[in-house]
């Protein structure tokens, strides 16, 4: 229902940048708290995780605004109903991006932040500097719950995550909860988050200790 399947084209690929996002937007006003949209959503899942992948690839940080979008969109479902299965093809290389994201994400904090126990509206007054941080920020948040993984798959996926996460950042799971923790403080500070997702992301770095 939200792509014809022969013009499944990225941004770099012809599609224009403002219709991709305003696309995006609407499948993440949908999926927002709606369990069975997250559901109907489904059969995309593995689709939009390869457009992830492939803008990283192709640009990193010029395509800040896409990745963001995508992940809001993922994240999404997978608070809703869970990873269960529907990540699993491209895993592999889809946690090696978020993982290579978190870890400019820290690098980058660690030069802005004096006291990284502090964080100011200043951190992100600059627009691409705030859009690149937000995806940064949002590829920890998937991470994790891909980390904490799904009560109903044994803990296998989950395991295989957190393996692969101990492997490519220094710090591990802890580099996943500290970034993690850092959005929270933020967006708690500026007042642009509501009560279910402060609580949503407590409980996620709780289950990520």
Known sequence: ?????QNRRLPSEGIKKDCFLLLISVLMNTTEGD???????NVEVEHLCGCLIKLWKE????YADEMSALLG????????????GRLTTSTGELVDVL???????????????????????????????RQKSSAEAYAAILLGF?????????????????AQVVS??????????????????????????????VERLTALVDGLE
């Open 99 to 129: 993982c290579a994201m978190t870890k400019a994400g820290g690098e980058e904090a660690k030069e802005e932040e004096a006291d990284r126990q502090q964080v100011t509206v200043d951190c992100l007054d600059e627009r691409d500097k």
């Open 1 to 5: 229902m939200y792509y014809a399947g």
């Open 59 to 62: 640009g990193g940080g010029a």
């Open 146 to 162: 891909m980390i904490v993984g799904d009560e109903g798959d044994g803990g296998g996926s989950a395991a295989s995550v957190r």
């Open 35 to 41: 369990e069975r949209a997250c559901r109907d959503l």
């Open 168 to 197: 490519k950042l220094c710090g591990g799971v802890a580099c996943v909860k500290a970034s993690i923790e850092r959005t929270l403080r933020f967006y708690t500070y500026t007042g642009a988050v509501t009560q279910k997702t």
């Open 73 to 84: 969109v993922l994240i999404n479902v997978v608070d809703e109903i869970g990873c269960e």
